[in-house]
């Protein structure tokens, strides 16, 4: 037996590894996640805006010239606006234009409240930060000359803050950077499904479409031991690729800005040990189940298209705990897919899983997958399957 | 030596094959001589056990091909109607592999792959894979394939079909070479020189029956005509006359 599953593994290698669109698929996407991690940590880090030295446009700053020393107290560099700033804001060259109206000093003397105008383009979400700066600056400096006034007046400025809200946040940080990094185990996860998917479909619609299927069940070779040496090379790719994946975007998260975020995202060698611990036994589930729906299929058309298919399932669980946070119960650790976004999630924000949840996770994913193996060499045996498409 | 009893195979409402039967001894080339969509293929395919037959049995030296499929195959090399190849694999590598496939011991393996190259004239092509290889390249790589365990009987379905004159003669040669070191060899066609040139016995199936079976002179001799192929022709149109009164 094992000198079959060797030479029909041996071939399936061959093939895969001769076989440019089988080497893209499983080495090209575990590029692609961790490209897209670093991107979008560092533009995350940019919109939050800490990198230079905060600056501030305004008109009119002539009429309020407390306000503006009390801005550069703040550090803040202030500059007068050009004539076209309106525009600018308008086609998105500048976040905020402070105006400070010519009868905001009379109002202001007068103690009625003085206005001060905020123009933003309010539906872009890459000024909000700026926004958001300008104004607290604004209530600030607001709150600053109430409080003096009511000093003037004898009254303590406590009376009009009757009560203080502040925020007790018991989350650690690696929790809040938690909910960013959840990206990290679905690519893992994808690549489970992707790097071994065209060795999937070339050993077994492409075998039939180039029609060396008969030939090879014409050996006196238990089916199931074909399926379990194609299975093994699908593994191997589909496994290599979701290490590389993992690997890269734990480099990717390395090199993005995450302090400047308040993020802590570096993971730690044992967390890394960790999630390869618990993503790894997808690998071969996702592979016979590839094998299994790819046997089915008349052509290698047909198989990309059901393999597409099934490569929205493993992201259903994501989705679902994205749009409503799932509380996380034992038997949802038997269910393959599932199992490793809740562990890898937990992973990720620090917390070490049990270990009896990551071995249910593992047994039953191996299960799965002896099943999946198992069927997809009952296939075979099918003169409709072998035979079809004729 | 093969023996084929009564076989009948159904698709849904379709009867590929209702009744074939016959016997093909060692040494001879027995050969399926029918029209397209006789049943041939329908029939090779029930022989080298990869179709159950409905109805009917089919031994291979005495072993039942559906009682004991594995033991059966060791005894049988065959060339199916789909010869589909690996691409990416060379032709020594697509002759290894079925060897393994059939246990082949690796100290014989690379003598007999030698012995199979020589006779098949494939040394020019051997380390190269098989993805540009042409028509006749390609048969003799699967020929060959269907050798590398060194069977006493020899299946063929179509070997010649889309060759052109050269490699038609190398197969002819082939499968003469078969023959004479005592094998059985089934051969299947739907050209009639083709069968008169090689075969000692020919089978003429016609709408999934055998309709005559004997020599080439015998069968001139049943139908009183004076070629092959009118004998060919009459099997048929007897056949047709016979659906059309039935």
């Known amino acids: 037996m094992k000198s079959v599953v060797g030479a029909v593994a041996r071939v399936e290698w061959l093939s895969a590894v001769r076989d440019r669109r089988a080497l893209l698929s499983a080495l090209v996407f575990p590029l692609v996640g961790p490209v897209m991690i670093g991107f979008m940590f560092t533009g995350l880090a940019r919109t939050m805006g800490s990198g230079e030295a905060p600056a501030l446009t305004i008109r009119g700053g002539e009429h309020a010239p407390q306000l503006m020393s009390w801005l550069r107290g703040r550090g803040l560099q202030l500059h007068a606006a050009p004539t076209d700033a309106d525009a600018q804001v308008r086609d998105g060259r500048l976040d905020v234009l402070i105006v400070i109206k010519p009868d905001f000093p009379g109002d202001f003397v007068a103690g009625e409240p003085a206005e001060i105008e905020v123009i933003a383009d309010y539906a872009r979400t890459s000024s909000a930060a700026d926004v958001r700066r300008a104004q607290q600056l604004l209530r600030a400096y607001s709150g600053s000359v109430a409080s003096f006034r009511l000093l003037a007046r004898g009254i303590h400025p406590n009376v009009i803050s009757p009560i203080k809200l502040s925020e007790v946040d018991l989350a650690t940080p690696q929790k809040h950077s938690a909910n960013l990094l959840t990206v990290v185990p679905l690519f893992v996860i994808l690549a489970c499904f992707i790097g071994g998917m065209q060795v999937a479909i070339d050993s077994t619609a492409g075998e039939r479409e180039r029609g060396s299927l008969e030939a090879l069940l014409l050996n006196p070779v238990p089916r199931g031991q074909l399926a379990l040496g194609k299975w093994l090379v699908t593994t191997g790719f589909s496994a290599t690729s979701a290490v590389i994946t993992l690997l890269l975007s734990v480099l990717s998260l390395r090199l993005a800005p995450l302090e400047e975020l308040g993020v802590r995202g570096d993971l730690g060698v044992l967390q890394v040990v960790l999630i390869a611990m618990v993503v790894l036994p997808l690998a071969p589930l996702a592979s016979a189940a590839q094998l299994y729906v790819a046997t089915f299929a008349r052509s290698f058309k047909e198989a990309q298209t059901w393999l597409s298919v099934l490569l929205f399932l493993p992201m259903i669980p994501g989705v679902i705990a994205t749009i409503m946070p799932i509380r996380p119960s034992t038997w949802m650790f038997a269910v393959p897919a599932l199992s490793q976004q809740l562990l890898i999630t937990d992973a990720l924000r620090g917390e070490f899983p049990s270990s009896a949840m990551v071995v249910i996770a593992a047994v039953s994913s191996f299960a799965c997958a002896g099943v999946g193996v198992w069927a997809t060499g009952r296939m075979l045996s099918r003169e409709r399957i072998i035979f079809a498409g004729q | ?246």
């Open chain 2, 1 to 246: 030596m093969i023996e084929v009893q009564a076989l009948a195979k159904r698709f849904g409402e379709v009867h590929a094959v209702r009744d074939v039967g016959f016997l093909a001894p060692d040494g001879q080339v027995t050969g399926l001589l029918g029209p397209n969509g006789a049943g041939k293929t329908t029939a090779m395919r029930m022989i080298s056990g990869l179709l159950r037959p409905d109805v009917g049995s089919v031994t291979i030296e005495g072993v039942d091909v559906h009682a004991d499929p594995f033991a059966a195959r060791r005894l049988i090399g065959v060339l199916p109607d789909a010869r589909g190849l690996y691409p990416r694999l060379t032709a020594r590598e697509h002759l290894v592999y079925f060897g393994r496939l059939h246990s082949v011991d690796p100290n014989v393996m690379g003598e007999r792959i030698a012995r199979i190259c020589n006779s098949l004239d494939m040394k020019g092509i051997i380390d190269r894979r098989v993805a540009g290889f042409s028509q006749g390249e390609r048969m003799k790589v699967a020929l060959a394939r269907a050798l590398i365990h060194d069977p006493p009987c020899i299946l063929l379905d179509e070997p010649t079909n889309g060759l052109d004159v050269m490699s038609t003669r190398a197969v002819r040669e082939m499968v003469r070479g078969l023959r004479s070191e005592g094998r059985c060899v089934i051969f299947s066609s739907h050209i009639m020189q083709e069968v008169a040139a090689l075969c000692d016995r020919i089978v003429v199936i016609v709408g999934g029956r055998v309709i005559q079976m004997g020599s080439a002179d015998e069968l001139m001799a049943v139908t009183e005509t004076a070629s092959l192929e009118d004998a060919f022709v009459a099997c048929i149109l007897a056949d047709q006359a016979m659906a059309g009164a039935a």
